[in-house]
């Protein structure tokens, strides 16, 4: 007989593990990178490469200036700084140079990851954080720095300097694409994993089949911005599609927002937080002309932990029939 | 006819249930054991105080323990021989000892039993209920007189029969053996309480226990949805009686009374056959035991005598549990002894349970989310740690079942249960000290 182990119920436990969902995230963000290399050549892959290694490199520095031995930090290892970083590197332009990933990775394990208790303990989505750091730090890199794709841009070497994003040109009045080649991100400007709507699309449905996320939460969110922005612009209905097909919106949704470390536990806070989510992103799209997702779901994590509503336990009264009874408690004592 | 479940309680998870290891097989006497250790606290309330002493000669259903109080319950001799020792004994999986009696058997079997009862009257039967030293015999083993005996009125009896553990099946073969004798045990049940309203709740994944129900015209057959906790008494009284037990009430305050399907059984032994509790059914399961078995087990049997006759625990068992496992106690040693509340032993191999360690909570939610109370687990967990006991009740952590939902899907594997089962203690602790 093996030795007797003993714990505390329940005895049996579900197959789901940490490691589990971060590698379902990850398997579910292939698509979108595949696309960002397709469309933007090499320097892509060596953009989110670069994030990738450099945040994992990170967390196991800080795991061993913790003193934790090294077949236990690879034991334990998580893929949550992998995805962190895949994120991160998602969400530049493939023309930065090549300190921007790797300072904003070191920024997002290092202060927000590690320096607040590590997974599960950061207030902030790492690779927003990361992302914001390195656009406010570098800005000219940042705005400027975006290509227009080519689909043989692997091959070829000259690539023409779009300059601006779509969501940029269409906020300051530019031009419009159309909504099917902001769909499939061909011809697109933009971050290496947000160009891609499609690819995006099909992460998201992996991630929903494998139940990581709720499929309900995206959809509100991305709702949500199209009809605020529908409303900004005078109810002109034609806003609704190229608002929510340009920028980063997608890639927000599905993978940052959703991260469950920064996101209310229960469903009614949800609600609230994936609305104003949308609000906020269009109003200050609207307001900034520039894009906005990464800073509304800063700002939306950090109202978060004010979201967390206890929900209504089986057996309780709701707070309707609470305030009756207090109501004919007070009546009766006036009536005394 | 039966009627489905109410789908009041959305919650809850599916388990593999693994009973097809046990379900077929019948019954089984265990032969009495050459020595039986009894434990004069053999559920909720107080000790029983041993009223046998050392030397004494002891006949099979002979009362050994006299119940101490009124939430407590008489305990008898399984079987009949020399009491050797009354000691105290450390309980296998707290520092805590209880008294035992042990008795040495002489095979001779002398019974001595209840007398008859002259007549069957409401007062008899829960005397009777009283005197047989009958608890819950689900689990938690609270004295069924004292559930009986309430001044509140009754308006329904909603019988216990859904066994939503996975592996158990002690009740199952019950019901499909003996459901002649539980029927009348749950007619006698009804008689004390005054009611006409009976209702009984099975789950789905025992059809044969289903079809056997519909033909008994005078209960109402619920077919429950096969989820976890479906048979814990709250979630029950909402599918069978779509009504709610409030916040921090009982089900005697919406004039509900839930009784398990064993205890029924019991009922109608003491009531009839005059015998006294001395004996249960429990299923032994799990892949790390040889021959998976119902077996009816004298109490006070020792773990290890249950295990051996069921031949023995393979090499690659790694956790013995008492009861199911999802609820049970993990023991550290196979030195146990039966008790009246104990419904089965399963004997788990490490594929089957999952000994990873436990890492950080992510904030997923999923444990609030299958929570069949609808509470905030992980914030349990959270105020455990950093010892905030007064914020886990403020979070209703006293409503909790302890049913183990939150820490089955938990993807960090965190041990909710036990933070939980710290807090009730404190919070406890607290009252008293006030």
């Excluded at chain 1, 608002?243 to 919106?249: E, N, P």
């Excluded at chain 2, 407590?72 to 001799?77: L, P, Q, T």
């Excluded at chain 2, 619920?222 to 989820?227: A, E, I, T, V, Y």
Aim: overall charge positive; hydrophobic content about 45%; charged content about 20%.
């Amino acid at each position: 007989m093996a030795k007797i182990i003993v714990s505390d119920s329940p005895h049996i436990k579900g197959p789901r593990t940490t490691k589990g969902i971060m590698i379902d995230v990850i398997i579910a963000l292939i698509p979108a990178f595949v696309m960002g290399c397709v469309f933007f050549g090499v320097k892509a892959l060596f953009v989110v490469a670069l994030a990738c290694v450099t945040s994992v490199l990170t967390e196991f520095v800080f795991l061993l200036i913790q003193k934790k031995k090294i077949s236990d930090i690879l034991k334990e290892f998580d893929f949550t700084s992998l995805v962190t970083g895949m994120l991160l590197g998602l969400t530049l332009s493939s023309e930065v140079p090549f300190y921007v990933p790797i300072l904003g990775s070191i920024f997002a394990i290092a202060v927000i990851k590690m320096l607040f208790g590590g997974t599960g303990k950061n207030i902030v989505n790492p690779a927003i954080a990361g992302r914001i750091f390195v656009f406010i730090a570098f800005q000219s890199v940042m705005i400027s720095g975006y290509v227009l794709p080519s689909i043989n841009a692997i091959t070829s070497s000259n690539q023409i300097l779009g300059g601006a994003t779509p969501l940029t040109s269409m906020l300051n009045g530019g031009p419009n694409l159309s909504n099917l080649d902001l769909f499939l991100g061909t011809g697109v400007a933009g971050c290496i994993g947000e160009t891609s709507k499609a690819a995006l699309l099909l992460g998201a449905i992996y991630l929903v089949i494998k139940r990581v996320i709720n499929w309900k939460w995206p959809i509100l969110y991305i709702v949500t911005t199209g009809i605020m922005a529908v409303i900004l612009d005078k109810f002109n209905l034609s806003a609704f599609l190229p608002s929510i097909l340009s920028g980063g919106l997608f890639l927000g949704a599905i993978y940052m927002a959703t991260d469950y470390v920064t996101t209310p536990s229960t469903d009614k806070g949800c609600y609230i937080y994936f609305t104003a989510l949308g609000i906020l992103t269009a109003v200050l799209r609207y307001a900034t002309k520039i894009e906005v997702v990464s800073f509304a779901i800063l700002l939306m994590n950090l109202v978060m932990p004010l979201l967390n509503f206890r929900p209504r336990a089986f057996g309780e009264i709701s707070s309707w029939q609470k305030f009756k009874q207090k109501l004919s408690h007070w009546q009766s004592r006036r009536a005394k | 006819m039966a009627i489905k479940g109410r789908k009041i309680f959305q919650p809850g998870i599916k388990i593999p249930d693994m009973k097809y290891l046990t379900e077929d097989k019948p019954i089984e006497q265990m032969p009495a054991p050459k020595t039986v250790y009894i434990s004069m606290s053999q559920g909720i309330g107080a000790a029983a105080k041993p009223i046998v002493s050392v030397g004494d000669r002891v006949k099979k259903g002979q009362k050994t323990g006299q119940a101490d109080g009124v939430v407590s319950a008489n305990v008898f001799a399984s079987v009949a021989g020399t009491v050797t020792a009354i000691k105290d004994i450390q309980n296998p999986n707290s520092k805590a000892t209880t008294k035992y009696v042990v008795i040495e058997n002489d095979f001779s079997e002398e019974e001595e039993f209840l007398p008859p009862l002259k007549e069957i009257t409401k007062e008899t039967i829960i005397e009777r209920i009283r005197e047989a030293g009958i608890v819950g015999l689900g689990g938690a083993g609270f004295p069924t007189a004292v559930k009986l005996s309430g001044q509140k009125p009754v308006e329904m009896l909603i019988v216990n029969g859904a066994e939503c553990e996975p592996y158990l099946t002690c009740d199952y073969r019950l019901m499909m053996e003996n459901s002649d004798e539980i029927n009348k045990g749950i007619r006698y049940v009804a008689q004390a309480l005054g009611v006409t309203d009976i209702r009984i709740g099975i789950e789905e994944n025992k059809p044969k226990a289903i079809e056997k129900y519909k033909k008994v015209k005078d209960f109402q057959l619920f077919s429950l949805k096969k989820k976890y906790p479906q048979g814990s008494e709250k979630t029950l009284i909402a599918e069978c009686a779509r009504r709610k037990v409030p916040w921090g009430k009982l089900p005697i305050d919406i004039g509900v009374v839930v009784i398990n399907v064993a205890t029924a059984f019991t009922v109608y032994q003491a009531v009839e056959k005059n015998i006294p509790l001395y004996e249960r059914v429990l299923t032994v399961a799990g892949k790390g035991v040889d021959n998976p078995r119902n077996l009816r087990v004298r109490i006070g049997t020792k773990t290890q005598d249950i295990i051996e006759y069921c031949g023995d625990i393979n090499k690659d068992a790694v956790k013995i549990v008492r009861g199911g496992p999802m609820m049970g106690k993990a023991m550290h040693t196979v030195d146990g002894y039966t008790k009246k509340t104990d419904s089965g032993i399963v004997v788990l191999t490490a594929e089957e349970t999952n000994t990873s360690k436990q890492s950080a909570c992510i904030n997923c939610g999923r444990c609030a989310k299958k929570c069949p109370m609808h509470l905030m687990s992980m914030k349990f967990d959270e105020y455990a740690s950093i010892g905030r006991f007064d914020m886990a009740e403020r979070f209703g952590v006293m409503n909790c079942l302890e049913c183990g939902c939150c820490s089955f899907v938990c993807p960090a594997k965190r041990s909710i249960v036990q933070s939980v089962v710290l807090c009730k203690q404190k919070i406890a602790a607290k009252k008293g000290g006030k």
